[in-house]
């Protein structure tokens, strides 16, 4: 399949995985042949903070980050993190957004009402899918660390991508009990 | 950790490698015999890829040193005796590095393999630093040749090409990477590693070595006018500078000079305007390639230059037009006019394909098929999270006990109390509800710092300082203050590893579980302390398990906080409670839970110790088991013993 460009938005909080999903991913469309692209933020902005990664793959090497606007899929791993990334959606709406439902609260910092939420999510996109990615994750592994492996699990179906291939980027990861853990939380998510 | 690994693979391999893993793949396809680096984001992981990899492709030595003065120095002498050298650093580590290097880039080694790197990585938008910085602006006083690549693929070639170049002109050569390059993952193909040609019979001339005015003028001379000219003929000649696009025709008759990340924001900025122009990708940013440019400028009549941070290639792109009275209308950053409503690019912060678009559109009126600033105008009410100390973190605790003596201590002695803070994770107690942070500068400023307002006013001075910086470049300011009687308060905090950056050994890590082993002696710091004649008390984490440690720590600030006014001492406070990153994958995690029958919901846990993994739910506070790291304090600091090992 020919893909001029395909641009992915990750954000999240630091520790929530964002980069091992953007490895496994990233790792996966190579092997299938693409030119990928992504970009990681390391050191002290991770702990507990805001991140935003991209990851980017087609036919031709791309910069590492893509202009507002122009983003095909926007994943947020945690559910306020969205509203910082709406710029990169499209203004005809066609960005999918992905959202896990989990909702990290910050004392003495109000979160983002649903009502708000809701109202600048569908502002901005058509193609919405909420995960219950955290109770999946706890389901099959016992941690919500493994939030980010339901994710990669879900939107697999939207990418030109074979499940034998990511399932090997998977197993590079994990090994023992823990890979088919996860396994078993990707594949719930896969077939949502 | 390395996904795919480095030296793994043969010739024409694809790999998915971060920018700074090809450069460790690029070094050794370079046969390189020693690299020596202070740990910094975002250069970090070219070190530690080395320290996992040295000795089975059988390189010379690899280390972490104790800063970057000495990282270079020892990879100079190195270089000097005819080694294959490369050194790495975060851009300010080049500042610590810069007065080693200044006589380094004009000593000549005799020997033939003699080659040196720098691996310098700026941070722009300062994702993980102190402060934002263009190292390049230190290509003009050093007079070295530096490359600088766009993406991991040229990350591999360019650093081939630094040693290449280094070789063959006897100057070290600086490799020149930024966040977004150094920390970008793509596909990387793969050459040949390559064995080192280092010979045990070396010429270490002091004509050539020695920095001193008989032989340092020669040098310069030699320096000046016949290396870095071979220099430049190499700028002018390589492929590293080259015209894309040649062909390209636009009706503004409009052409682009860039280098680096900024190259690929200009491909897309371009692709989006449907533009095409043509462009003059530098990678050799020093020295710029002058003929080169000129005939670049002599078939335009509009140019646009674009980088971050600082002018420095458009200064020079100025000079270089106005040296062969060219008419060309040069845009850019204006840097003459300190304006910001004259640039057109900012000198603060990273670029992106949006910033350098909307440039472009304001230079040629284009109409973009999406409307940019409309999107821009857009704005939503964002969450504030600011980065945290990780659940279970030393600091917290010690940042908890200090404010409870900070208080006492004040409220006692009606006096002012200032606090001094240092580069390291302890500077997030900056934050609230700490706030410890009146002045910062650099590595290993603050016990400086705190001196120059002690000799100055009544009040109360504290440095807050970590083992590593301690190490780095706070050990002089120490002494100093010893020397001199100065009034303050010095707390190290010493978790025993350089934490922010990843937790990597210093020389006072106990390395015996990790992968430097045996080989390394710890330096004993309490000793070393103790050895300068200053006032030092010790305190260990879970050492004295009849008082509680949070009450030990507050008594021990405030009891010598209290001599240092009463009786104008220095005291040391040696604070030993290791980072909870290295415990955890140590020792099991014991977590602990809270008993919602005894927790009246005081939040002394979650809002005055503000531990990440404890929350409030249904009135009582609630402890997230999967982010729980077992250090235990909460237990320690609950009022009602509500909080325990055991799960109701």
Known sequence: MTVEVYTIVITGLGGQGLIRLLQILGQALVTQGYKVITSETHGLSQRGGKVKCFLRFGNKLNAPIPLIGTADMIIALEESSIIDVLNYAKPDKSTKFIISTYEKHNINVEYPSLDYLLNILYENSDNIYFIPAMEIAFKHTKSQKAMNIVILGYILKFLPLNQSIIEGSIKKNFSGEALEMNLNAFNEAFNL | ?648
């Open chain 2, 1 to 648: 950790m390395s996904y795919d690994k480095i030296i793994e693979g043969k010739p024409g391999d694809i790999k998915f490698f971060l920018g700074n893993e090809a450069i460790v793949r690029g070094a050794i396809e370079s046969g390189i015999d020693i690299y020596t680096y202070y740990p910094g984001t975002p250069s970090s992981e070219v070190g530690e890829s080395f320290m996992d990899i040295y000795k089975e492709v059988r390189m010379k030595w690899v280390e972490s040193s104790i800063n970057e003065k000495v990282a270079i120095e020892v990879a100079g002498a190195a270089y000097a005796r005819g080694a294959t050298a490369m050194v790495g650093m975060k851009n300010v580590g080049l500042n610590v590095a810069s007065d080693p290097l200044f006589a380094l880039a004009t000593t000549r080694p005799k020997n033939k393999n003699s080659a040196l790197v720098i691996l310098v990585a700026d941070d722009p938008q300062q994702h993980s630093s102190a402060v934002e910085m263009d190292s390049r602006n230190y290509l003009k006083l050093f007079k070295i040749p530096a490359l600088e690549p766009s993406n991991p693929q040229e990350c591999l070639e360019f650093t081939k090409e630094a040693f290449k170049i280094s070789r063959k002109l006897k100057l070290p050569v600086i490799l020149r990477t930024v966040t977004m390059v150094s920390h970008a993952r793509s596909n990387v193909i793969i050459g040949e590693l390559k064995q080192s040609k280092i010979e045990e019979d070396f010429d270490l001339s002091k004509e050539v070595n020695v920095a001193l005015r008989i032989y340092f003028l020669d040098m310069k001379e030699n320096h000046i006018y016949n290396r870095m000219k071979h220099a430049l003929e190499i700028s002018e000649n390589s492929t590293l500078n080259r015209v894309e696009n040649e062909d390209a025709i636009n009706e503004f008759k409009l052409g682009i000079i860039t280098s680096g990340v900024s190259y690929s924001y200009v491909l897309e900025a371009l692709d989006f305007l449907e533009l095409n122009t043509p462009l003059l990708k530098i990678g050799m940013i020093n020295p710029l390639p002058v003929k080169k440019i000129t005939n670049f400028l002599k078939r335009c009549d509009q140019i646009f230059v674009v980088e971050e941070n600082d002018a420095f290639l458009e200064t020079q792109v100025l000079a270089i037009a106005q040296m062969n009275r060219l008419k060309v209308r040069i845009h850019g950053k204006d840097p003459f006019s300190y304006s910001k409503e004259n640039s057109l690019l900012p000198f603060v912060g990273e670029l992106n394909p949006t910033l350098v678009s909307l440039a472009l559109i304001k230079i040629t009126n284009l109409k973009p098929k999406v409307d940019l600033n409309q999107i821009i105008k857009r704005k939503y009410n964002i969450m504030e999270r600011k980065p945290i100390l990780c659940a279970g973190c030393p600091h917290r605790t010690t940042g908890y006990a200090l404010q409870k003596a900070v208080k006492k201590i004040k409220l006692n002695s009606e006096r002012n109390v200032y606090f001094y803070q240092d580069i390291g994770c302890y500077t997030l107690l900056a934050f609230p509800p700490f706030s410890f942070a009146n002045v910062k500068y650099c590595m290993g400023s603050s016990i400086a710092l705190a001196q120059g307002v002690a000799q100055t006013s009544e009040s109360l001075n504290i440095a807050i300082i970590g083992d590593g910086t301690f190490f780095h470049s706070g050990i002089p300011a120490l002494l100093n203050g010893i020397y001199n009687k100065t009034p303050i308060l010095v707390l190290i905090l010493d978790n025993g590893w350089i934490g922010m950056t990843g937790q990597q050994p210093h020389p006072g890590s106990d390395t015996r579980y990790y992968k430097e082993g045996n080989l390394k002696k710890a330096i004993d710091l309490e000793e070393f302390l103790r050895g300068t004649g200053v006032n030092v008390t010790v305190i260990k984490h879970n050492e004295n398990k009849d008082e509680e440690y949070t009450s030990q720590l507050r008594n021990l600030i405030y009891e010598k906080g209290c001599d240092v006014l009463e009786n104008k001492s220095l005291h040391v406070i040696l604070i030993k409670d290791e980072c909870i990153q290295k415990t955890v994958k140590r020792q099991p995690i014991i977590i602990r839970y809270v008993d919602p029958e005894l927790c009246n919901n005081c939040g002394i846990c979650y809002s005055q110790f503000l531990c990440p993994a404890i929350d409030e739910r249904d009135n009582s506070a609630f402890i997230d088991s999967n982010s729980c790291l077992g250090c235990g304090i909460c237990e320690e600091i609950c009022p009602n013993n509500a909080i325990n090992k055991e799960e109701d």
